[in-house]
């Protein structure tokens, strides 16, 4: 089935072109949050209503102001999560922000200490997720995703407890996250698989849960089984969606 642009076509509106854009996020009111990453912001794209006909329509709402560490600018976004009225950002500064709608800057909520393996600092935080205030972070260089409660100076691990690696408890290079009944599903990327944690996103997210394989079976490759650079996962009515770096593709297990 052919699909429907929602986000990037209005070239005649300059907030409207987006350049590498790395996730998307919908909020309650059914809008898309797009991060733009070579544009250094996040921006809203919502259906607006003009003479029976609906246009979707853009603001930036993180970001926007080049590339730099100031509280009023993004560098290299990668990750995009709402809850409310609450928009978070991960980028390169190891960092995740919290931006609300209208504001000129954000707040520092998770990292920004600089690169490192501490319960206080990310290194390369990609997919976010956020669920009754605590926000999820897939820590990519540091091969796990941390649990980071509202106004914590530091997080705790939600999974992958033992450093990178192929094993029963290990994640390698994790990306998007999804958080579905107190379950955390994982795009571990360089195994080339998804993973769930059940019970990860419940109050003791430090207990070493056995994580249980739902997509990508053996190894990379192009069988109906397998996975090739896992980027992203959704859940739906059960269902899980992943996309494909390596063959630009999504694809369901039911």
């Not at 089935?1 to 986000?7: I, M, Q, Y």
């Not at 995703?145 to 509202?150: D, E, N, S, Y």
């Given at each position: 089935?052919?699909?429907?642009?929602?986000?990037g076509q209005q070239l005649t509106n300059r907030g409207a072109i987006l350049y590498h854009p790395a996730s998307a996020a919908f909020g309650a009111d059914g809008s898309v949050l797009v991060v733009d990453y070579q544009n250094q912001r996040a921006v809203r794209w919502a259906a607006v209503e003009d003479g029976g006909m609906f246009l979707m329509e853009s603001k930036v709402v993180a970001g926007g102001n080049g590339?730099?560490?100031e509280l009023n600018k993004l560098s290299y976004p990668r990750g995009v999560a709402v809850e409310g009225p609450n928009i978070f950002v991960s980028d390169g500064y190891?960092?995740?922000?919290?931006?609300?709608?209208?504001?000129?800057?954000?707040?520092?909520?998770a990292g920004g200490r600089g690169a490192g393996s501490a319960l206080d600092q990310l290194y390369n935080p990609r997919g976010?997720?956020?669920?009754?205030?605590?926000?999820?972070?897939?820590?990519?260089?540091?091969?796990?995703?941390?649990?980071?409660?509202?106004?914590?100076?530091e997080g705790s691990v939600a999974a992958a407890f033992t450093g990178g690696g192929a094993g029963e408890h290990q994640l390698y290079h994790p990306t998007g996250i999804s958080i579905v009944?107190?379950?955390?599903?994982?795009a571990?990327?360089?195994?080339?698989?998804g993973v769930v944690w059940r019970a990860a996103a419940s109050e003791n997210v430090t207990s070493p849960i056995s994580p249980v394989s739902i997509a990508g079976m053996p190894g990379i490759g192009s069988g109906k089984t397998?996975?090739?650079?896992?980027?992203?996962v959704a859940v739906e009515n059960g269902d899980?969606?992943?996309?494909?770096?390596?063959?630009a593709s999504c694809r369901e297990r039911v």
């Open positions: 089935a052919a699909g429907a642009a929602v986000a590339n730099g560490q190891h960092r995740v922000m919290r931006w609300k709608e209208g504001e000129m800057s954000g707040v520092l909520v976010l997720a956020v669920v009754e205030g605590t926000l999820y972070v897939s820590d990519y260089q540091n091969h796990r995703v941390m649990a980071w409660p509202a106004g914590a100076v009944d107190s379950s955390l599903y994982i571990d990327r360089n195994n080339h698989r397998q996975l090739d650079y896992p980027q992203s899980v969606y992943v996309s494909e770096i390596g063959r």
